[in-house]
């Protein structure tokens, strides 16, 4: 016999279902409460760097738009500093939360997020990955919530040396987590769950 | 509060144990779970770090259902529970300064939503969210109604047992996680599509909250006991060395 390990396990993850917006953007869904809701503003004030938007649309198998999904990214300042408790390597910039969180429109399902490119960020051995967005999308039919990262087509050196795209098997994959520049600063990000653009998902 | 006790790489999440994305009985699934294999990597930073929430931004009634969406004076209709619990990771450890938010149904089984067509009633005094952040050793309570179960169109006679849904976000985005608290005792549970997307009756269990008779309120309130757990964090935070082992 040996000692136990005594960990738990992880909670189980169930569907976000079709009224996640009732509790994480409750005045997204006529409920007026709490003086509006999080992660709808991720700038506080005047923010450092090239200030950006990321839209998108989430698609299923068929094609068809999600309009009952909520998206939220999570990305470092322009500086690569996340505004983090657990950031150690500087101060990130006090007017950037780098959180967001979007329903997408009520009738298109189109997720819009105004922030920052954001800089680089170590790997854990210290060479630099290339900009990127992690992103994390929830909806009824999706058990357990999406990770993905979005980067940046007009990064193509920073892209091509970054450790996780140069690695992927399939590199003609690779062009499903690019964001490709539609106008100046604004940036579309698809996400196809399904079918020969399936977007790579992360075991995250 | 301190919230840098942990830093460090995430125990890589138990696929075996979450739900697969394609469960058919649970019909969305099939033209929304991804089909091609996740890709694996180590956390780092980006999924090691997380926006701060602090206590201040927090009004007093966020995490009591039945007041928070009342007129004066008003309270929410339905069985009146506590529900209260800790937010731990695989380690055992408390994990301070966790977002939890939750919504449900009121107790006829109706959502306050534009897109709900169930013809139970809304109760005006009942907005159906609320939300939270865990105490120094993890734990959080907020008071409800019960909800009731509701029909849904999957199968021709799909009924959710009356469930509580919690979005919880810890400390590091690799943490998120989107769950549902069921109740003791529920007789639709082990009928449900979307419980069957869970793989065994221990991950089902997981996830159904006792009747917890030490934390109800005589005269006033039941109480239901829910703990979840996020995932672990390899190491202890060190002052003295802070990027860990």
Redesign the interface.
């Given at each position: 016999m040996v000692q136990e390990l005594n960990y738990h396990k992880e909670s189980p993850s169930q569907t976000a279902g079709p009224y996640v917006h009732i509790g994480c953007m409750p005045n997204f869904s006529g409920i007026e409460i709490y003086g509006g809701d999080l992660g709808t503003s991720m700038k506080t004030g005047p923010v450092k760097g090239t200030e950006i938007v990321i839209k998108g649309t989430v698609f299923d198998g068929t094609g068809t738009p999600l309009r009952d999904a909520m998206i939220e990214i999570w990305q470092p300042d322009a500086a690569g500093l996340f505004a983090s408790a657990n950031e150690t390597r500087g101060e990130a910039d006090p007017n950037f939360t780098g959180w967001g969180r979007s329903p997408g429109d009520m009738q298109t399902g189109e997720f819009t997020f105004d922030t920052v490119k954001p800089g680089a960020v170590p790997w854990p051995d210290g060479r630099m990955q290339a900009p990127h967005v992690t992103a994390w999308i929830v909806a009824r039919g999706i058990n357990i919530g999406l990770h993905t990262r979005i980067y940046f087509e007009d990064e193509e050196s920073a892209n091509a040396a970054d450790p996780i795209l140069s690695r992927i098997e399939h590199q003609n994959r690779v062009p499903t987590l690019l964001a490709r520049k539609e106008g100046e600063g604004v940036y579309r990000f698809d996400v196809h769950l399904q079918g020969p653009n399936e977007t790579i998902f992360f075991d995250m | 509060m301190n919230?840098?006790k942990?830093?460090g790489?995430f125990v890589?999440?138990?696929?075996s144990?979450?739900?697969?994305?394609m469960?058919p009985p649970?019909k969305?699934?099939?033209?929304?779970?991804?089909?091609?294999a996740?890709?694996?990597?180590?956390?780092?930073?980006?999924?090691?770090?997380?926006?701060?929430f602090g206590q201040s931004m927090l009004?007093e009634l966020?995490n009591d259902l039945t007041l928070?969406?009342a007129q004066p004076g008003e309270s929410a209709i339905g069985p009146r529970i506590i529900v209260h619990g800790r937010v731990?990771?695989?380690?055992?450890r408390g994990v301070p300064?966790t977002?939890v938010?939750?919504?449900q149904a009121n107790a006829g089984g109706r959502?306050?939503?534009?897109?709900?067509g169930y013809l139970a009633p809304l109760d005006p005094n009942f907005?159906?969210?609320g939300?939270t952040i865990t105490a120094e050793d993890g734990s959080y309570e907020l008071r409800t109604i019960q909800p009731g179960p509701y029909p849904w169109p999957n199968g021709m006679n799909d009924w959710r047992p009356a469930h509580i849904?919690f979005?919880?976000f810890g400390?590091g985005?690799?943490q998120?996680?989107?769950?549902?608290m069921y109740f003791e005792g529920d007789p639709h549970i082990p009928l449900c599509p979307?419980?069957g997307?869970?793989k065994s009756q221990?991950?089902v269990d997981?996830?159904t909250a006792p009747l917890d008779m030490h934390r109800t309120v005589p005269m006033d309130s039941r109480a239901y006991k829910f703990d979840?757990?996020?995932?672990?964090q390899r190491q202890t935070?060190f002052e003295n060395r802070?990027?860990g082992l």
């Open positions: - | 919230i840098l942990q830093n790489g890589p999440r138990d696929r144990w979450q739900p697969d994305a469960t649970y969305t699934t099939v033209k929304r779970g991804p089909h091609a996740l890709l694996s990597f180590p956390t780092t930073l980006s999924e090691e770090t997380s926006p701060v009004g966020d928070n969406f731990l990771d695989e380690m055992g300064g977002l938010e939750f919504w959502y306050r939503h534009k897109k709900e907005g159906g969210c939300r849904h979005s919880i400390h985005f690799a998120r996680l989107i769950t549902q979307i419980v997307t869970l221990e991950a997981a996830l979840i757990v996020l995932r672990g935070y802070k990027e």
